[in-house]
């Protein structure tokens, strides 16, 4: 299966593209933030937003009474883009330096996703796998103030920069380092809350981020 | 001096946003991609770029060729996001799940910015201080492929979360433990290239990123 149209055809570095689905979704559920475009009176508007994938959709949610969830959910087009940083690329000549990078960009029309509690829960998994069972899951005020929406990942395409500098043949001479630094998203050692009962442990599901 | 308009001013959690030019240019400052979204033939677009500050502006820059820096540099109005990630929010309920966050939203008009060897000083020094005097700089056929574009900081409003999580009432008395995972991306051992000249060792202003 292929995401590729001619709007998410690549035109510039062509071979830095994909349209399949595993390099996509891959992206997708690495990815904690999306960046959520849409056309409001005409003009631009993009926000961060928790993102997460459910099969064959990205959902993301917010307060129903938030103007971005308002405008999106009304069944405006929507562009999403997802980018993670994976180095900074040192080349010989101020010109080749770039970084590494993941991104996708999916275009649709969100909608609403019927089951709101089931979105809670896979947004919950995504920040952290095993939680779901450990918390107070959402009650019906709770839910009522939500909007989840769901976007299909059917049209879209993913751009992938990885690896060394490359440099203009001549310039290989130089005696400028080059090379690249791994830049990663690490886990630090968790903060308890101030207000945490005494007597409960840091559990597996938060310790294992750390690994 | 303050960036609040009718269109900037904070509706959703309003004590967590800012507009003061010093928390937007230190968020700026930090992050290493914008998020740039405009209309394209009526429909919403948006790219992940490279950025840097200059002053009282952000600059971005691109081939010259590519699509969106031919829409952008006609003029177009730009939506500008760039969101840095502290770290995961876990509370004892799975509604109050959050992550800490600095983002920006910034509004206007992209401009050339005419000095183009100056701004890819600039974006080679965002990327890594100390580089420029170490690289070949640019030459002409480089600078003509190339288009340096520039957002004044004028319009727009920055969002922070951070801290522990906030629970209702009730829930402090439940088992679950609740705290942050902070977050950092985080500069690992540098990889030389493959093709590096045999004696060229790392140099200091690249060591120095893994302090």
Known sequence: MTLKTQRTKLRRAPQRGAHDRATIDAILDEALIAHVAWVQDGRPAVIPTLLARDGDHVLIHGSSASRAIRALRAGLEACVEVTLIDGLVLARSAFHHSINYRSVILYGTLEEAPDKERALEIFTEKLIPGRWEHVRWPNKKELKGTAALKLPIDEGSAKI????????????????????????????????????REGIDTPEHVRSLLM
């Open 161 to 196: 920069r990885t690896g060394p500098p490359v440099d203009d043949d001549e310039d290989y001479e130089l005696d400028a380092w080059a090379g690249v630094v791994p830049l990663t998203l690490t886990a630090q050692a968790p903060v308890p809350d101030p207000l945490l």
